[in-house]
């Protein structure tokens, strides 16, 4: 099980979209729409953000959409906010109640 | 409203048994569509999932650390636990648990539920 590949940083100017990826295989994000995304703040616990590729939890702002093509599943933050600038990690169900985890996104809003 | 707590000790000597524990509150361990997972994040580096498991006992680990990983469950203490032995400085990081669940009436195979981590250091 090798780390989902996620770009290290990416960045836009307040009011943009900042879209980041996440690299997988055909025996996890090819093979299964169970991915899900997390918003990870420095001291805090990770919050999910969105689940089964483009599902958002109650709460989350319609500024967070997913999508997935294949091997790579994608997470837009549409409309950047100061408070989106954290962590990202996309995590995927790779069968067998195992799991396979990104190597993380920072986001910085400039 | 499910909550999930992290205990045990901040200091570890290399080679020895880190034990960590995770007092699950506002539900039951026992529900049968709950797994419960331990997750780590080392200083500087990313998230990294452990293992997990489900009330019944069944267990879930993550190839790389199975040989050093157990994960045990406390139904009625409502807490699950992990064990990793022959720790090094390699495993230093905070350690969260965290729930997710195979039923569509929450956020199917998402960590939904974190606990807010431990940090645990291995060093003589």
């Known amino acids: 099980q090798s780390a989902l590949t996620q770009p290290p940083s990416a960045s836009g100017s307040p009011g943009q979209s900042v879209t980041i990826s996440c690299t997988g295989t055909?025996?996890?994000?090819?093979?299964?729409?169970?991915v899900s995304w997390y918003q990870h703040h420095p001291g805090k616990a990770p919050k999910l953000m969105l689940y089964e590729v483009s599902k958002r939890p109650s709460g989350v702002p319609d500024r967070f959409s997913g999508s997935k093509s294949g091997n790579t599943a994608s997470l837009t933050v549409s409309g950047l906010q100061a408070e989106d600038e954290a962590d990202y990690y996309c995590i995927s169900y790779a069968g067998s109640n195992t799991f396979v985890f990104g190597t993380g996104t920072k986001v910085t809003a400039l | 409203q499910l909550q999930l707590q992290e205990s045990g000790p901040g200091l570890v000597r290399p080679s020895e048994t880190l034990s960590l524990t995770c007092t699950v509150s506002?539900?039951?361990?026992?529900?049968?569509?709950?797994?419960w997972g331990w997750i780590r994040q080392p200083p500087g580096k990313g998230l990294e999932w452990i293992g997990s498991i489900h009330y019944s006992g069944t267990t879930y680990y993550n190839a790389s650390l199975k040989s050093r990983v157990t994960i045990l469950v406390d139904t009625s203490k409502n807490q699950f636990f992990l064990k990793l032995s022959s720790v090094t400085a390699a495993d230093t990081a905070v350690y969260y648990c965290?729930?997710?669940?195979?039923?569509?009436?929450?956020?199917?195979?998402?960590?939904?539920?974190w606990g807010q981590g431990t940090m645990v250091s291995v060093s003589s």
């Open positions: 055909s025996s996890d994000v090819g093979d299964y729409n169970y």
């Open positions: 965290a729930m997710y669940s195979s039923s569509t009436s929450r956020y199917l195979f998402a960590f939904d539920v």
């Open positions: 506002g539900d039951s361990i026992s529900s049968s569509s709950y797994y």
